[in-house]
């Protein structure tokens, strides 16, 4: 399925109406992909000014979900949609929840580096290097797969997921071990404990904008990672 499907009504003001909504959605997930993408650049780099960017950006996502969310409730009011439409306006209004979640997160995660930039710490960045690539590119690829309205990818997404959930076991045991070793680890080994969940639960909500996407084309939900 491909999104000429998004534009097949008599009414060109309805057709225009969804056309903008889809277009808004892809706004706000190029928006908090950015953000993701900031926040794993000032873990890797320790750059102060690039946490408290992302930040500062947090209510420009929200802002777009509010507008997002009431283009979606005012069209559902108005109009007559068809249940494919139906589907359409319900999932956006799904993801933008998901994206606003990853948003919160990836800002949660900017906050705890922000604490941690100068601390002495036997934890390199370097150690969530394949986490951080495993979320941003699912991410990546959940957004793609919903510009293009297909499920094409969708089965590589969700194999990723449990690579993300291997390695954030790995991390929590170097952790654990670290904080045995030496006492003097533990503030900062809670704070990457902090950033290596919020970073897990992203892959999560990445899988979630899969499942959305699959009920709104095939029109039922499953849970795809669980399959």
């Not at 990723?160 to 670290?178: F, G, I």
């Not at 639960?201 to 009920?215: Q, V, W």
Request: negative net charge; proline residues 1%.
């Amino acid at each position: 399925m491909d999104n000429n499907k998004i534009g097949q009504h008599i009414s060109e003001q309805f057709n225009n109406e969804l056309k903008d909504i889809h277009n808004n959605l892809l706004t706000m997930g190029g928006l908090v992909e950015r953000q993701l993408e900031m926040t794993i650049q000032a873990i890797e780099t320790g750059d102060r000014e690039l946490a408290e960017q992302v930040i500062k950006k947090e209510h420009q996502v929200e802002t777009l979900e509010k507008t997002i969310d009431h283009e979606c409730m005012q069209t559902l009011a108005l109009r007559q949609p068809t249940a494919y439409d139906l589907r359409l306006l319900i999932t956006v209004i799904k993801i933008i929840n998901e994206l606003e979640s990853i948003n919160k997160k990836a800002g949660w995660i900017a906050e705890i580096t922000l604490k941690s930039i100068g601390s002495r710490s036997s934890f390199s960045h370097y150690e969530l290097e394949h986490l951080t690539v495993l979320v941003k590119g699912m991410l990546h690829d959940a957004l793609n797969a919903f510009a293009r309205l297909s499920l094409e990818n969708v089965s590589g997404i969700m194999e990723r997921e449990a690579n993300v959930d291997r390695e954030y076991e790995n991390v929590l045991r170097r952790l654990n071990t670290r904080m045995m070793e030496d006492p003097r680890n533990i503030t900062r080994s809670l704070e990457v404990l902090e950033t290596v969940r919020a970073l897990e639960r992203i892959g999560d909500h990445a899988c979630y904008i899969c499942e959305h996407l699959f009920y709104m084309i095939k029109g039922e939900y499953v849970r795809l990672a669980d399959q």
